[in-house]
């Protein structure tokens, strides 16, 4: 073994024995070495810490380290010998009962594992797809579910239909092939672009849906921010009520995030723990008009005097997905509304889904950007590919022109007056909801709406019953709202379809929270305690989940609830 070909530090500590000239200077070196390392590191961490400190107080930082500690404890706590064979065996429980709701199986139902040997003629086909249709099913049709079926009517869903048809073959990604998609495309992003007050410059996408749209804008800031300053260590600064796509942008492309609270009364954002949050890290802000759980529009113009605070600007996300068309109609249908689009001089993005109350069919969004600049940080290009030079504008390659088409129709069929017309209708049936929670006798005192709504969710919650026994109690009349956690609550998304059943929807209430009432009362007598008995759907899931510690037993489910989705 040549001393010479030997690593310097191994050399360096094997010639500490014999310290000759030579050894000692090599010895030095080594130790300034390891001195400088330790130096690094005690500066990144004293960084951390200090950021920690300022974007979380010491309470916070202590708050934080507590909750942490016990998630810890609880998770080895459910990984222990007993405990964990008797989790696995009621996880393993619930999904099958799951299952059985969700995949019906017996002599009735036929199912198809492996392609028909003969291809099927068009009327099996046809008497096959009508069956499908029929599967007993939670009534949309009827206005029975929150949000999830957003139509502008049963005329817009035949053009849709016939646009779909016409143009079912079409690829954008070959413009000279379709241009008539590419055209219909490019207008559908210059027409949301004008509802939203965008200035010259501005630029955007289409995208398969708000998620993709989110995680296109989150790509861009990232991608601005290492080029433009280096930064590699990428965090954003997000609501806690921002939609989890803003969540599932930071685990795809590796973005710390930072939960801010939104607290009651206003279930804003609070904009000094935003304020305190921010380092040379953050990549973006984020606010939502309005946000999923509670329907609230946070404070756009004070996030926008916290991203222009600095010389050098932050991009401020505003995602406006479920506000879509209703937002920017709000003042012509005569409603109340606050600055949130690109006439706030610090909003630099927003994504805007067409696919909601845009009345697109789904897989339908927009992105858009305040300077093209910004829409190229999102491009994906490979000059040097052997298949040629490759070039798309965001996630998917080959894409869908036929839902641009229908998009498209939907936009043109619908123009400004039936968006204005649309937004009359669901948030003035919204703002029926609300005032029979807020004034009518038999709900006011029982349940109270979260914050101020100024569009189409109105979500609440409840002092004296278990809101979660409200939501299963609801399912049991039929209808289907939304869970919400932390805090417990449950919204009604407007939909056109809801503004036809909005009577039945508060008079369904009303007779929920009198009956639940009354169980409480015949529990207090019966000295049962408040709050006991038997437990739906929901209140078994959330009631549980929100006392865990460590929700690894809710990840679990989740994913068997995914795996369920695709058993055949
Ligand atoms: C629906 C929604 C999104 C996007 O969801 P997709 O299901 O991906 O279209 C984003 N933000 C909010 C507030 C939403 O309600």
């Not at 079926?149 to 817009?156: F, N, P, Q, S, T």
């Not at 070039?391 to 939907?410: E, K, M, V, Y």
Request: overall charge positive.
């Amino acid at each position: 073994m040549g001393s010479s070909r030997m690593p310097v530090s191994l050399r360096s500590t094997l010639s500490t024995s014999k310290a000759g000239p030579k050894g000692n200077y090599l010895y030095i070196g080594a130790d300034l070495l390891r001195n400088l390392v330790f130096v690094f590191f005690l500066i990144r961490w004293t960084r951390k810490a200090a950021l920690q400190l300022k974007g979380r107080g010491l309470f916070g930082t202590v708050a934080e380290a507590y909750i942490s500690i016990r998630k810890t404890l609880y998770g080895m706590f459910l990984r222990s010998p007993g405990v964990r064979n008797k989790v696995q065996a009621q996880v393993a429980e619930t999904l099958a009962k799951l299952e059985g709701k969700l995949v019906p199986k017996g002599p009735g139902i036929s199912r198809y594992l492996t392609l028909p040997k003969e291809g099927w003629t068009e009327t099996q086909v046809r008497g096959e797809l009508e069956k499908l249709g029929e599967m007993e099913h939670t009534r949309w049709e009827d206005g029975l579910v929150s949000g999830a079926v957003y139509h502008g009517g049963d005329g817009l869903i035949k053009l849709q239909a016939d646009a779909f048809q016409k143009f079912s073959v079409s690829n954008p990604i070959h413009p000279d092939v379709f241009p008539g998609v590419r055209k219909m495309e490019a207008e559908i992003v210059a027409m949301v672009l004008s509802m939203f007050n965008a200035p010259a410059g501005a630029a955007g996408v289409t995208t398969s849906g708000g998620t993709e749209s989110i995680l296109m804008a989150c790509l861009s800031a990232r991608q601005k921010a290492y080029r433009e300053r280096g930064v590699t260590e990428p965090e954003m600064i997000i609501p806690e009520t921002a939609h989890a796509a803003f969540r599932k942008a930071g685990s795809y492309f590796s973005i710390k995030v930072h939960l801010v609270a939104c607290p009651a009364p206003s279930y804003q954002v609070h904009i000094p723990s935003v304020s305190r949050l921010i380092s040379s890290n953050t990549i973006l802000l984020v606010g939502s008009a309005p946000n999923f759980p509670h329907g609230i529009i946070d404070n756009i113009p004070s996030l926008s005097r916290l991203a222009l605070r600095k010389k050098r600007s932050l991009p401020l996300h505003v995602d406006c997905c479920l506000g879509s068309f209703l937002v920017p109609f709000l003042s012509r249908a005569g409603f109340p509304t606050v600055p949130f689009d690109f006439t706030v001089k610090g909003v630099t993005s927003i994504s805007c889904d067409t696919h909601k109350y845009g009345f697109a069919p789904k897989g339908n969004s927009t992105c858009l950007y305040r300077t093209q600049a910004l829409r190229t940080y999102q491009y994906f290009i490979s000059p040097d590919w052997s298949g040629g030079v490759y070039a798309s504008p965001s996630i998917a390659g080959s894409r869908p022109g036929a839902l641009i088409a229908s998009c498209w129709t939907s936009l043109m069929s619908q123009g400004e007056s039936g968006y204005i017309d649309s937004c009359h209708k669901i948030v003035g049936a919204a703002k029926k909801i609300e005032t029979a929670i807020r004034e009518n006798p038999s709900l006011r005192d029982d349940l109270s709406v979260m914050g101020k709504p100024l569009v189409s969710v109105v979500a609440f919650t409840s002092k004296t019953l278990n809101i979660y026994d409200i939501a299963d109690a609801m399912t049991g009349k039929g209808w289907h709202l939304n869970a919400l956690q932390s805090p417990p609550a449950i919204h009604v998304a407007v939909t056109l379809p809801i503004v036809a059943a909005v009577d039945r929807l508060i008079g369904d209430i009303v007779a929920t929270v009198e009956e639940e009432k009354e169980k409480e009362r015949v529990r207090i007598v019966e000295g049962k305690g408040a709050k006991g008995g038997a437990k739906g759907d929901t209140a078994a899931l959330y009631g549980v989940a929100g006392s865990l510690p460590n929700k690894s037993v809710v990840v679990q489910l989740a994913g068997g609830f995914l795996d369920t989705l695709y058993k055949a």
